[in-house]
């Protein structure tokens, strides 16, 4: 192993591999390493300039036992960044320590003559490139060895009902309804990021981590250390990127259904809110309101004066966000254009189609700056010089026909290489042209992420989702992770996406208990594919804004007396913290912290609060413990210790420390405030 010391980096060279070392910010270092003659220099989730700091590295001999029995002299090298230090061994092998107590190791199963400690004869390596049969690029599989009684969590969003990762086996892909971001945070005070977007997986094994990366031409990951969860995630926004600061407008209610079919429908719903004195704060115009996909613009039928649809709603304080989705089908007025010009995705083999619901569609290709030139011009010119706020950018990871990802092929590369960045690319094809324009913080809306998307104005919910016990028991664990894994601005589709019968009083229950939920998460937003489905469509045609079914209504008022006024009186707490609300939005955009927290996240120091996966804080304030079961009445709450606890239905206070039982009549989910 040759060590060179060069502009306060270590390098690291052996059998045609190039290992680059150097401080990437507060505590923290990042590791990279490459087959070919040179990095490719991509930053990926790393745009943020670290801070400057100065890292002491050092080669040094150590005394080294030979299999014959003699010893002899080999070189190490370590290099170090406040409290973490990363040595290199003489055959390669990265340990990390923090503050100088070993955390992680790479794992090593080869013995060559050598007797290094859990030398075996397995033939396996610790960092193993792969080249690809007929390319010039590689597969990549890092090894790291499992430590004892590891806690994992953060990566991103998939569905599944806990939060402790370890013993997982996560696709690293983008799908609808599971987001891939790869950054993870331990128990053991250290936080990890793989800043590669290849489609791969990652194994949190009992026995060993081993990240994977399908194709790529680089080995790149961060790595930091700190005392908590919370300084974890500080450190990984300062290098990623902060969420921007949250308007305060849009902190009460969102009202969206799949689908208001015509502006007549819209200005009904608003009108009906405004004499009910609910403020709504966004109203959402959902998919195909279209000609067809890719035109971007309203069926003039259904919608012929959107600019005075949007001035009506403007002078009742409602925002306007509407859907558009990446597919255009080929009856698009701008499908050929954009084909003739190279700003699709393009498929290896087979014929040119990527997405076939209710069209024959090819998706667009944001890694191309031309494409999000493209698309934003038209989207400016039929959306947002109406006066439209927002853009909800649907299906955004893309949604596949069939996730094939070895068959698409972007600007930047093949989807095997940097498919996982496509959401974060689709949103900056709107976020960089809106900043441009000052009108005020962008927020649109997104199914999907990457690492660093906080930066680009991404509220980003859970996707299509059932409407079911267990579904929501699944989106509020991922939606803790999402926010351990940097994104703060989280929400979901309160009572799931798909219904079959919204008179069922099992859905209603549901929905009650979903909303409760999310009147303490960052955004309250109604939304949803309400059945049964025996509403006519408005004409006949196989296209445009008319021909595509709509759910029920999903107004507030919509499913009965009863349960409107617990909406109501829920949608008055939302409002009386707004001030509240607005504070944890600064923390987001100052040190990076989630609007939902785990339990240890607020309070590490609890042992109790690692193992607790059924409850959340809301902020530092608010312990929030919601009801995951049909006609359950009462459940069990864990109250942190060095806290004393007030119960917001009955203002009783209990002492920290200890499990309590408390009634959850329909109309109430338990909520405790910190005294």
Same mark, same amino acid.
């Given at each position: 192993?040759?060590?060179?010391?060069?502009?306060?980096?270590?390098?690291?060279?052996?059998?045609?591999?190039?290992?680059?070392?150097?401080?990437?910010?507060?505590?923290?270092?990042?590791?990279?390493?490459?087959?070919?003659?040179?990095?490719?220099?991509?930053?990926?989730?790393?745009?943020?300039?670290?801070?400057?700091?100065?890292?002491?590295?050092?080669?040094?001999?150590?005394?080294?036992?030979?299999?014959?029995?003699?010893?002899?002299?080999?070189?190490?090298?370590?290099?170090?960044?406040?409290?973490?230090?990363?040595?290199?061994?003489?055959?390669?092998?990265?340990?990390?320590?923090?503050?100088?107590k070993l955390f992680l190791r790479e794992y090593f199963a080869m013995y060559d003559g050598t007797l290094l400690e859990g030398s075996r004869c397995l033939k396996v390596i610790n960092r193993e490139w792969k080249g690809i049969i007929?390319?010039?690029?590689?597969?990549?599989? @890092?090894? =790291?060895?499992? &430590?004892?009684? #590891?806690? !994992?969590?953060?990566?991103?969003?998939?569905?599944?009902?806990? +939060?402790?990762?370890?013993?997982?086996?996560?696709?690293?892909?983008?799908?609808?309804?599971?987001?891939?971001?790869?950054?993870?945070?331990?128990?053991?005070?250290?936080?990890?990021?793989?800043?590669?977007?290849?489609?791969?997986? @990652?194994? =949190?094994?009992? &026995?060993?981590? #081993?990240? !994977?990366?399908?194709?790529?031409?680089?080995?790149?990951?961060? +790595?930091?250390?700190?005392?908590?969860?919370?300084?974890?995630?500080?450190n990984y926004a300062s290098v990623t990127g902060y969420a921007p600061k949250f308007p305060e407008d849009l902190m009460g209610l969102w009202q969206c259904k799949l689908r208001y079919r015509t502006q007549d429908e819209v200005l009904?719903?608003?009108?009906?809110?405004?004499k009910e004195g609910i403020k709504i704060d966004q109203i959402v115009i959902d998919f195909f309101h279209w000609t067809v996909q890719g035109d971007w613009k309203f069926d003039t039928k259904y919608w012929p004066d959107p600019k005075?649809?949007?001035?009506?709603?403007?002078?009742?304080?409602?925002?306007?966000?509407?859907?558009?989705?990446?597919?255009?089908?080929?009856?698009?007025?701008?499908?050929?254009?954009?084909?003739?010009?190279?700003?699709?995705?393009?498929?290896?083999?087979?014929?040119?189609?990527?997405?076939?619901?209710?069209?024959?569609?090819?998706?667009?290709?944001?890694?191309?700056?031309?494409?999000?030139?493209?698309?934003?011009?038209?989207?400016?010119?039929?959306?947002?010089?109406?006066?439209?706020?927002?853009?909800?950018?649907?299906?955004?990871?893309?949604?596949?026909?069939?996730?094939?990802?070895?068959?698409?092929?972007?600007?930047?590369?093949?989807?095997?290489?940097?498919?996982?960045?496509?959401?974060?690319?689709?949103?900056?094809?709107?976020?960089?042209?809106?900043?441009?324009?000052?009108?005020?913080?962008?927020?649109?809306?997104?199914?999907?992420?990457?690492?660093?998307?906080?930066?680009?104005?991404?509220?980003?919910?859970?996707?299509?989702?059932?409407?079911?016990?267990?579904?929501?028991?699944?989106?509020?664990?991922?939606?803790?992770?999402?926010?351990?894994?940097?994104?703060?601005?989280?929400?979901?589709?309160?009572?799931?996406?798909?219904?079959?019968?919204?008179?069922?009083?099992?859905?209603?229950?549901?929905?009650?208990?979903?909303?409760?939920?999310?009147?303490?998460?960052?955004?309250?937003?109604?939304?949803?594919?309400?059945?049964?489905?025996?509403?006519?469509?408005?004409?006949?045609?196989?296209?445009?804004?008319?021909?595509?079914?709509?759910?029920?209504?999903?107004?507030?008022?919509?499913?009965?007396?009863?349960?409107?006024?617990?909406?109501?009186?829920?949608?008055?707490?939302?409002?009386?913290?707004?001030?509240?609300?607005?504070?944890?939005?600064?923390?987001?955009?100052?040190?990076?912290?989630?609007?939902?927290?785990?339990?240890?996240?607020?309070?590490?120091?609890?042992?109790?609060?690692?193992?607790?996966?059924?409850?959340?804080?809301?902020?530092?304030?608010?312990?929030?413990?919601?009801?995951?079961?049909?006609?359950?009445?009462?459940?069990?709450?864990?109250?942190?210790?060095?806290?004393?606890?007030?119960?917001?239905?009955?203002?009783?206070?209990?002492?920290?420390?200890?499990?309590?039982?408390?009634?959850?009549?329909?109309?109430?989910?338990?909520?405790?405030?910190?005294?």
């Amino acid at each position: 192993m040759e060590f060179i010391i060069e502009k306060n980096a270590l390098i690291a060279k052996k059998a045609g591999e190039t290992l680059r070392i150097e401080p990437w910010g507060k505590d923290s270092l990042r590791v990279r390493s490459t087959m070919f003659g040179k990095f490719t220099d991509n930053e990926w989730a790393l745009t943020e300039t670290p801070a400057a700091c100065d890292a002491e590295i050092k080669t040094f001999e150590i005394d080294h036992w030979v299999g014959d029995g003699t010893i002899d002299k080999r070189t190490n090298a370590y290099i170090k960044n406040g409290r973490i230090k990363a040595e290199i061994n003489f055959v390669g092998i990265i340990s990390f320590y923090r503050d100088d107590k070993l955390f992680l190791r790479e794992y090593f199963a080869m013995y060559d003559g050598t007797l290094l400690e859990g030398s075996r004869c397995l033939k396996v390596i610790n960092r193993e490139w792969k080249g690809i049969i007929g390319g010039s690029d590689y597969s990549l599989n @890092v090894k =790291f060895e499992a &430590n004892k009684d #590891e806690k !994992i969590y953060g990566m991103g969003q998939y569905q599944q009902d806990f +939060i402790d990762l370890k013993g997982s086996v996560l696709e690293l892909a983008q799908r609808n309804s599971q987001i891939s971001v790869p950054f993870a945070v331990s128990s053991l005070g250290y936080g990890f990021l793989w800043n590669n977007p290849a489609v791969g997986r @990652v194994t =949190f094994g009992k &026995n060993i981590t #081993e990240w !994977i990366a399908k194709s790529t031409k680089d080995m790149d990951y961060w +790595i930091t250390v700190a005392d908590g969860p919370k300084d974890i995630v500080a450190n990984y926004a300062s290098v990623t990127g902060y969420a921007p600061k949250f308007p305060e407008d849009l902190m009460g209610l969102w009202q969206c259904k799949l689908r208001y079919r015509t502006q007549d429908e819209v200005l009904t719903v608003a009108r009906q809110y405004q004499k009910e004195g609910i403020k709504i704060d966004q109203i959402v115009i959902d998919f195909f309101h279209w000609t067809v996909q890719g035109d971007w613009k309203f069926d003039t039928k259904y919608w012929p004066d959107p600019k005075a649809m949007v001035d009506e709603l403007h002078s009742m304080g409602i925002k306007v966000i509407v859907s558009v989705w990446p597919s255009v089908d080929r009856k698009s007025e701008n499908f050929y254009p954009m084909m003739e010009k190279g700003l699709l995705i393009k498929t290896e083999r087979g014929a040119a189609q990527t997405y076939d619901y209710q069209g024959d569609c090819v998706e667009i290709d944001p890694f191309n700056p031309e494409t999000r030139k493209y698309v934003w011009e038209v989207c400016k010119r039929n959306y947002y010089d109406f006066g439209i706020d927002a853009f909800w950018l649907d299906n955004s990871e893309p949604d596949y026909g069939v996730y094939d990802f070895e068959n698409y092929r972007y600007f930047a590369g093949p989807a095997l290489q940097v498919s996982n960045m496509y959401p974060q690319m689709y949103s900056r094809a709107y976020y960089d042209e809106m900043s441009k324009l000052g009108d005020g913080t962008v927020v649109n809306l997104l199914r999907c992420a990457w690492a660093g998307s906080q930066k680009y104005g991404n509220v980003v919910w859970s996707g299509d989702v059932p409407s079911t016990f267990k579904a929501f028991k699944d989106q509020v664990c991922a939606g803790l992770n999402m926010g351990l894994a940097g994104i703060p601005w989280w929400t979901t589709d309160i009572g799931g996406f798909m219904t079959d019968d919204v008179n069922d009083p099992d859905f209603q229950q549901l929905l009650i208990r979903w909303y409760q939920f999310a009147v303490y998460s960052a955004v309250l937003r109604m939304h949803g594919d309400r059945g049964p489905y025996n509403i006519p469509p408005l004409d006949n045609r196989d296209w445009g804004g008319g021909y595509l079914h709509t759910g029920q209504p999903n107004e507030l008022w919509s499913y009965g007396e009863a349960n409107y006024k617990i909406m109501r009186d829920y949608y008055n707490v939302r409002i009386s913290m707004h001030d509240y609300i607005k504070s944890l939005y600064e923390e987001a955009s100052t040190n990076g912290s989630p609007l939902i927290r785990t339990m240890f996240y607020e309070f590490p120091e609890d042992k109790k609060c690692w193992e607790v996966e059924d409850q959340y804080m809301f902020g530092s304030e608010y312990l929030v413990a919601p009801i995951f079961e049909l006609n359950c009445f009462e459940r069990e709450v864990y109250l942190p210790a060095g806290a004393k606890w007030q119960l917001t239905s009955t203002n009783e206070v209990f002492e920290g420390g200890q499990t309590v039982k408390v009634a959850a009549p329909i109309e109430y989910s338990p909520v405790f405030k910190r005294a």
